[in-house]
């Protein structure tokens, strides 16, 4: 069975530090790749999405980048935080099936940046 | 730019109690999804509708998609504490992009 793990769980990071948040999928090959930032009791914002090994599209204007640097690792990364980059960031995967293009979740990051 | 709305945005209902929430937009979906979220947790997939009509179940819930594909709804029978969480709703774009609605928060009070 396929499984998608994020880490860290939780970060507290000063402003202007850098961020790193890792996402690798289990169990499946060629996944669709996703980072989504969601505000407090909020919906999804799509950040950025991966069809394949060092192919990002990014959907939102920002000073986050995403990287894959292998098939079942996507990287989101800032050089410097903002205080508005404080969020729940969900990292997902997709294939597509007879059944849709529906996407499994992460367990999230909680970020504050301070 | 295709848009999801969801409806009410929040709800309070008693245990025991029957609700339906919907997902709309004018535009058509390949297929459409229902997760629910609770807090600090990443969304969990409920279901997946991909034919017009189509009526799924699973347990107490009972999702149905529109006929023309544009709008879901999903009710929950004799509605329990365990049910509260966020409910999001998502259409597929025929692969090409895929859209979330902002969600109906639901509190299931005992």
């Known amino acids: 069975s396929q499984t998608i793990h994020q880490w860290p769980a939780t970060l507290v990071q000063p402003v202007g530090s850098p961020l790193s948040l890792e996402c690798t999928v289990e169990g499946t090959s060629n996944p669709n790749l996703y980072w989504y930032r969601q505000a407090a009791g909020r919906g999804l914002q799509l950040l950025f999405y991966?069809?394949?090994?060092?192919?990002i599209s990014s959907e939102v204007p920002q000073n986050l980048s995403a990287s894959r640097p292998q098939d079942r690792q996507f990287i989101l990364s800032s050089k410097k935080l903002l205080l508005s980059d404080s969020g729940f960031y969900l990292c997902?995967?997709?294939?597509?099936?007879?059944?849709?293009?529906?996407?499994?979740f992460g367990p999230g990051t909680r970020l504050t940046v301070l | 730019t295709q848009l999801l709305e969801q409806s009410p945005q929040f709800l309070s209902i008693q245990e025991g109690e029957n609700l339906t929430v919907y997902c709309n937009s004018s535009?058509?979906?390949?297929?459409l999804q229902w997760y629910r979220q609770e807090p600090g947790e990443g969304p969990v997939l409920l279901v997946t509708v991909v034919t017009g009509g189509e009526v799924k179940k699973l347990k107490r819930l009972t999702f149905q998609f529109g006929d023309a594909r544009k709008d879901s709804s999903l009710h929950i029978t004799a509605a329990q504490p365990g049910d509260t969480g966020l409910y999001l709703c998502?259409?597929?774009?025929?692969?090409?992009?895929?859209?979330f609605g902002p969600g109906t928060r639901l509190s299931v009070l005992p």
């Open positions: 998502a259409g597929d774009n025929y692969g090409q992009n895929f859209v």
């Open positions: 997902a995967w997709s294939a597509l099936a007879a059944s849709g293009d529906t996407q499994y």
């Open positions: 535009s058509v979906f390949s297929s």
């Open positions: 991966s069809v394949g090994i060092g192919q």
